[in-house]
T-cell receptor, first 108, second 114 residues
Framework: GQQLNQSPQSMFIQEGEDVSMNCTSSSIFNTWLWYKQDPGEGPVLLIALYKAGELTSNGRLTAQFGITRKDSFLNISASIPSDVGIYFCAGTGNQFYFGTGTSLTVIP | EPEVTQTPSHQVTQMGQEVILRCVPISNHLYFYWYRQILGQKVEFLVSFYNNEISEKSEIFDDQFSVERPDGSNFTLKIRSTKLEDSAMYFC????????????FGQGTRLTVV
């Protein structure tokens, strides 16, 4: 299965800072999804985006579905220590494709 | 809330042995996936399964691996003749019949090959 490219691969930030990460693909998707994986756990869905150009928020998280339908970004505002984990994007249509992940470390 | 369950949570096996990892997907879901995550690395796609057959597989999913849906509820991943490098977390995921929907992941099985 195709994998989506995420950047950056890893981030180390101070508590309180904002975070931005993105995901790109060579293919068009109908839906973009963002997951978070806590250490030792399975990925859990954070945000789902269903329309090109859509901007959706979930608390301190904001995600956008790119106009080209080939990319998406996720922002986290005012980071806190429990934001630590790996963030994955996923694209779906008839199939489901998973990103390479961005590892986030928040320094108190 | 419905969830994907995986058993066992941790399996230790000797090199060369066969292991079967079990998953119970969400009951009305029709698309099933296995992923692998070597410690500290990215999540890698292994295989997708729909309508009782493999719909897509990665180059990792060689003849050593097989999947089965033996009884309409379980979805299993068999690894024949395990190698040390098969040590990883294995995640199962399922998705319902509708396109454009999210996949739900299990908590994973940690496989340790010694």
């Amino acid at each position: 299965g195709q994998q989506l490219n995420q950047s950056p691969q890893s981030m180390f930030i101070q508590e309180g800072e904002d975070v931005s990460m993105n995901c790109t693909s060579s293919s068009i998707f109908n839906t973009w999804l963002w997951y978070k994986q806590d250490p030792g756990e399975g990925p859990v869905l954070l945000i789902a985006l269903y329309k090109a150009g859509e901007l959706t928020s979930n608390g301190r998280l904001t995600a956008q579905f790119g106009i080209t339908r080939k990319d998406s970004f996720l922002n986290i505002s005012a980071s806190i220590p429990s934001d630590v984990g790996i963030y994955f994007c996923a694209g779906t249509g008839n199939q489901f494709y998973f990103g390479t992940g961005t590892s986030l470390t928040v320094i108190p | 809330e419905p969830e994907v369950t995986q058993t066992p949570s941790h399996q230790v096996t000797q090199m060369g042995q066969e292991v079967i990892l079990r998953c119970v997907p969400i009951s009305n879901h029709l698309y099933f996936y296995w992923y692998r995550q070597i410690l500290g690395q990215k999540v890698e796609f292994l295989v997708s399964f729909y309508n009782n057959e493999i719909s897509e597989k990665s180059e990792i999913f060689d003849d050593q691996f097989s999947v089965e849906r033996p009884d309409g509820s379980n979805f299993t991943l068999k690894i024949r003749s395990t190698k040390l490098e098969d040590s990883a977390m294995y995640f199962c995921a399922s998705r319902d019949r509708t396109s454009n929907t999210e996949a739900f992941f299990g908590q994973g099985t940690r496989l340790t090959v010694v």
